[in-house]
């Protein structure tokens, strides 16, 4: 029988949510109260992890006796870190940008037992070679995707599939926000058996 602790995962992100939903597990949601703000000079891989462990860290307090996930990300060309583009413009200027590029995503995930007082916590990196891509063909997916809330300014699970060349990586979760194979890793060490034989209906509390 498994166990009967509660999870929660620290972040109010939709797709965040709906990988977590993948797992057949019953969780609950709750958002961290942290600064996201990257430090002076820090390298993209550090970042994620930092702040995935500060949002887990921050929900655990919380939740006492939960299992916490943490996660975050950024995607990064040459070290140089890729915000979400918030608009139509920035978009279409970020993807001209990226044309021919090979942007690597970094995804930080960390998982509390806040009752056995365990961490663990890893960056998984992903990556992305675009294509060389025309104007039009910019304008056409951005009307249809709208992802301006995409680091990147691409839905790597819609059409922005269409955008690419090639990918590369252990993981193709991670790419969308949360590395479903690391964390089932950790999960079955923290005692919660994956595949589980929880019923579909989710928590969002």
Not at 127 to 139: D, G, K, N, T, Y
Not at 148 to 156: K, L, N, V
Not at 159 to 187: H, K, N, Q, V, Y
């Amino acid at each position: 029988m498994a166990t009967a602790r509660p999870l929660v995962l620290a972040s109010t992100s939709s797709y965040r949510k709906a990988l977590l939903q993948r797992l057949g597990v019953v969780f609950q949601t709750a958002a961290p109260r942290i600064d996201e703000s990257p430090l002076s000079g820090e390298a993209p891989e550090a970042m994620v992890a930092r702040l995935a462990a500060a949002k887990a860290a921050d929900v655990a307090r919380d939740h006492p006796a939960a299992l916490v996930i943490g996660s975050d990300q950024c995607a990064a060309v040459g070290g140089r870190i890729l915000g979400k583009p918030g608009s139509h413009e920035r978009a279409s200027e970020q993807l001209a940008a990226l044309s021919g590029q090979r942007v690597v995503f970094y995804t930080g995930l960390c998982l509390i037992d806040s009752a056995g007082n365990r961490q663990w916590l890893e960056t998984v990196p992903y990556a992305v070679e675009m294509r060389s891509l025309a104007s039009e063909e910019i304008e056409r997916y951005l009307r249809v995707d709208r992802p301006y809330d995409c680091a990147g300014s691409f839905r790597s699970e819609g059409l922005g599939i269409s955008l690419f060349r090639r990918m590369e990586g252990d993981d193709p979760t991670a790419l969308i926000g949360l590395p479903l194979i690391r964390l089932c890793d950790w999960l079955r060490e923290a005692g919660l058996p994956i595949p589980s034989q929880a019923p579909p209906e989710q928590s969002a509390g």
